[in-house]
């Protein structure tokens, strides 16, 4: 067992008092040298004359003095250290015993088991036992997990069955056929028109009208088909490639008529066209550069909020 800090201090304590003591005396001589000289003293060292008057000798006794109220302060605190130091062997001690006991009735066996292999072993099974709960909860979410792919695949399967799909097919090419006709749209290709996925390569101004056709046609589509949440639809100027009068009315025309009835359509266009929207609103935008009025704007807030607080 190494040194206590008390221990320690009362080694530095023991020192300091051993070389106050050893000062003391050295002091004590040169009074006892100071009172018998004469009143001038000559250091045979340096040199150097010194004078021998009563107020030097005094200065000597004072260091004395000090020198032994130091002692005395440095046993006083000898004492006290001393005693604490008993105080922390005893607990020391009481600490030795009270381990040593503790290691003898670790080391006790109760048949062929010690006391400490039997902590041991029943950690062991506590920490076994919320392993093996832990373990049982993950397994359970893994079956839930696994129960639910399968309804997936399932429910994928009834979406990739051909006969549906054949249906999908035809309904979207039934659809992008008369929107093209409609449309006017000169050398229709029926074949890439029965696709629904597909890159509209028509030119001129036939272009702008076929991408119309199909993106009405998969819209309608998509909203007859499936049951997911339908964003609604924007079309931005669709008067694209200098549309003849005849050809930009009929767009506009197919684009309200095709509107679905459970889903929105928002249409942005400069004019239009002598067409007539019947079930729908109309908004003229007078504001330059400004889509929405400043005094509408708390109104609309409270009616986008609700959507806003549920994303």
Same mark, same amino acid.
Request: with cysteine.
């Given at each position: 067992?190494?040194?206590?800090?008390?221990?320690?201090?009362? =080694?530095?304590?023991?020192?300091?008092?051993?070389?106050?003591?050893?000062? &003391?005396?050295?002091?004590?001589?040169?009074?006892? &040298?100071?009172?018998?000289?004469?009143?001038?003293? /000559?250091?045979?060292?340096?040199?150097?004359?010194?004078?021998? &008057?009563?107020?030097? *000798?005094?200065?000597?006794?004072?260091?004395?003095?000090?020198?032994?109220? /130091?002692?005395?302060?440095?046993?006083?605190?000898?004492?006290?250290?001393?005693?604490?130091?008993?105080?922390?062997?005893?607990?020391?001690?009481?600490?030795?015993?009270?381990?040593? *006991?503790?290691?003898?009735?670790? %080391?006790?066996?109760?048949?062929?088991?010690?006391?400490?292999?039997?902590?041991?072993? %029943?950690?062991?099974?506590? %920490?076994?036992?919320?392993?093996?709960?832990?373990?049982?909860?993950?397994?359970?979410?893994?079956?839930?997990?696994?129960?639910?792919?399968?309804?997936?695949?399932?429910?994928?399967?009834?979406?990739? @069955?051909?006969?549906?799909?054949?249906?999908?097919?035809?309904?979207?090419?039934?659809?992008?056929?008369? /929107?093209?006709?409609?449309? #006017?749209?000169?050398? +229709?290709?029926?074949?890439?028109?029965?696709?629904?996925?597909?890159?509209?390569? @028509?030119?001129?101004?036939?272009?702008?009208? $076929?991408?119309?056709? &199909?993106?009405?046609?998969?819209?309608?589509?998509?909203?007859?088909?499936?049951?997911?949440?339908?964003?609604?639809?924007?079309?931005?100027?669709? #008067?694209?490639?200098?549309?003849?009068?005849?050809?930009?009315? $009929?767009?506009?025309? !197919?684009?309200?008529?095709?509107?679905?009835?459970?889903?929105?359509?928002?249409?942005?266009?400069?004019? !239009?066209?002598?067409?007539?929207?019947?079930? =729908?609103?109309?908004?003229? !935008?007078?504001?330059?550069?400004?889509?929405?009025?400043?005094?509408?704007?708390?109104?609309?807030? @409270? +009616?986008? #909020?609700? /959507? !806003? %607080?549920?994303?």
């Amino acid at each position: 067992m190494g040194p206590t800090a008390d221990g320690l201090l009362d =080694g530095r304590l023991s020192r300091r008092s051993d070389e106050s003591v050893r000062s &003391y005396t050295e002091l004590g001589k040169d009074y006892t &040298y100071a009172s018998k000289a004469e009143a001038e003293i /000559f250091c045979p060292t340096c040199g150097t004359v010194h004078d021998n &008057y009563f107020t030097h *000798k005094f200065s000597i006794l004072d260091d004395r003095e000090a020198c032994a109220q /130091f002692l005395r302060d440095q046993h006083d605190r000898l004492v006290v250290v001393r005693k604490r130091a008993e105080k922390v062997e005893t607990r020391l001690h009481d600490t030795d015993a009270l381990i040593e *006991k503790v290691s003898g009735t670790l %080391a006790e066996k109760e048949g062929d088991l010690t006391l400490k292999e039997v902590i041991e072993n %029943a950690s062991a099974n506590m %920490a076994r036992g919320l392993f093996d709960s832990q373990l049982n909860d993950i397994r359970a979410e893994v079956d839930k997990r696994a129960g639910e792919i399968v309804e997936i695949d399932a429910e994928v399967k009834k979406l990739d @069955d051909k006969k549906r799909r054949k249906e999908i097919e035809a309904y979207c090419a039934q659809l992008m056929i008369g /929107f093209l006709r409609t449309l #006017n749209v000169r050398k +229709i290709d029926l074949d890439s028109a029965s696709k629904i996925v597909r890159k509209v390569n @028509d030119t001129g101004s036939d272009q702008p009208r $076929a991408v119309l056709a &199909y993106h009405l046609a998969l819209m309608k589509t998509v909203i007859r088909f499936s049951s997911a949440l339908t964003a609604p639809m924007i079309i931005d100027s669709p #008067n694209q490639q200098d549309q003849d009068t005849t050809n930009v009315a $009929a767009m506009i025309a !197919l684009i309200l008529s095709s509107r679905p009835d459970n889903g929105q359509t928002i249409l942005g266009t400069v004019r !239009l066209h002598d067409q007539v929207v019947e079930d =729908g609103d109309v908004i003229e !935008l007078v504001d330059e550069l400004s889509a929405l009025s400043p005094d509408q704007y708390p109104g609309i807030l @409270d +009616i986008i #909020n609700p /959507f !806003l %607080a549920m994303m």
